[in-house]
């Protein structure tokens, strides 16, 4: 059986005001990057404000597996805040909209430049309601440049900014990551930048624009291999599991027909490594005596390890690997994660509970905080759902909210 964390149990004995308590978040963003990284601005304590139009966001239909339009994808990547689904396109939700950035510190918006005047939500326009407004634009490629207007999405990011031309077999196909990795680069960014220009409002009293976009993400991923390149001006090419530039650095495979990795960092490991399969040999062969030899003689070493290693089953070399200090682990699958003891250990996976559809686990908060704890506050919220309380804490009379209502400029749910 698998045991989570759970929101109540993560937070019980702790009173202590979470690190971002206070600040108020205005989300218009849609589908991955925004979404995860405003979530993670909850976790810390944000009263994060999902604005979304009164049929949803297109995400929340991407899947049924919640019911329609409560989609599994959406819940994994919008928790910790609440829903207020707002029609901006009549005149008086876009009123709406400026009534709550007056008592915004911070805005993020993700469409494409021309969706953003159009709507009529640019920083000019929102600074000028709130002068200390940290405005938090997301886009695919830039906000200006060749492909500034076109639609871009996560794959995409990949594509361009090289991750997929560095992933997959040699001479295979290119492979993206398994996961929307450009997205969420970006939503780790944002938390980031976002904490940073709160800090500096603190200095200087007042906001600014922040803009991030999936492909300078990626490119802030090739740290390692870009001035590798301009020295060399080798292509680097695809390795599979491996890495173009240490060796041995990869899975292999044991007689049980099961991959694990093996992970030599330096010569120390390489030597440790040589010990444990009884091939100190290997060490002194001058093809694989430093990191540069094993690169250069990548292929005769892999194909010497991989007979060594098809000996034994894999759990047998991991025990061996372990005991000499070699760096090495098993492969987990999906399923896998869940159960592994560090991950158990770690609390890295939450359960939030949600009052319709019962418990589902997300990734719990990566940052540890061990003053003031954070983590996950609350599911996903139904579209709508927090409507009247969101307008009636911004202000808005009780009776101004059952106008907006009744106009349909917004909507209360829950909604499905």
């Known amino acids: ?18 690190p971002l308590a206070g600040v108020r978040v205005i989300d218009l963003s849609q589908i991955g ?29 991407v899947d049924n597996l919640f019911g329609p339009g409560d989609s599994a994808y959406f819940y994994g990547v919008n928790r910790s805040k609440r829903s207020l689904a707002l029609d901006l396109q009549t005149p008086e939700g876009h009123a709406v909209l400026e009534r709550l950035v ?29 002068e200390q407004l940290i405005y938090c634009s997301i886009t695919a490629f830039g906000e200006d440049g060749p492909r500034a207007h076109q639609p871009g999405m996560d794959i995409l990011g990949q ?38 220009a709160l800090r ?13 976009n999936l492909l300078d993400g990626q490119i802030a991923t090739l740290a390692n291999f870009l001035t590798h390149y301009e020295r ?23 007689s049980d027909e099961t991959f694990f990795i093996v992970a030599c960092l330096n010569d120390r490991f390489w030597r440790r490594l040589t010990e444990a ?15 540069p030899d094993r690169v250069a003689h990548r292929e005769q070493l892999t194909d010497l390890l991989s007979e060594v290693f098809a000996e034994a089953p894999s759990g047998h070399w991991l025990a061996r690997l372990e005991e000499s200090g070699v760096p090495c682990s098993p492969i987990n699958r999906l399923e896998d994660v869940f159960k592994d003891p560090q991950v158990t250990h770690n609390g890295s996976i939450i359960q939030l509970r949600h009052p319709v559809h019962g418990g589902y686990p997300v990734p719990n908060l990566p940052i540890r905080f061990h003053g003031t704890p954070a983590q996950p506050r609350g599911y996903a919220p139904r579209l709508g759902e927090h409507s009247r309380e969101v307008l009636e804490s911004s202000g808005f009379s009780p009776e101004e909210v059952d106008r907006l209502l009744a106009q349909g400029v917004v909507l209360e749910g829950p909604v499905s």
């Open 1 to 18: 059986m698998t045991h989570f964390l759970t929101a109540d149990a993560a937070t019980s004995g702790s009173q202590a005001v979470l």
């Open 33 to 61: 990057a925004g979404p995860y990284g405003a979530s993670m601005l909850g976790d810390l304590g944000a009263d994060v404000v999902k604005v979304e139009p009164p049929g949803g966001e297109s995400f929340r239909y």
């Open 102 to 130: 007056t008592t915004a510190d911070v805005l993020i918006v993700g469409f494409r430049p021309d969706a953003v005047d159009k709507l009529g939500i640019g920083y000019e326009a929102l600074a000028q309601l709130n």
């Open 159 to 196: 594509a361009l900014g090289g991750l997929m031309g560095l992933t997959g077999e040699p001479e295979g196909s290119p492979v993206k990551a398994g996961v929307p990795i450009a997205d969420f680069v970006v939503s780790f960014l944002l938390g980031f930048g976002v904490c940073a």
């Open 200 to 212: 500096g409002r603190e200095q200087n009293g007042r906001g600014q624009k922040l803009s991030f």
């Open 232 to 254: 060399t001006r080798t292509p680097i090419r695809p390795q599979g599991g491996g890495h173009p530039q240490l060796a041995p650095y990869q899975p292999f495979l044991g």
């Open 277 to 291: 399969i009884n091939r100190p040999d290997l060490a002194a062969d001058p093809r694989f005596e430093s990191n």
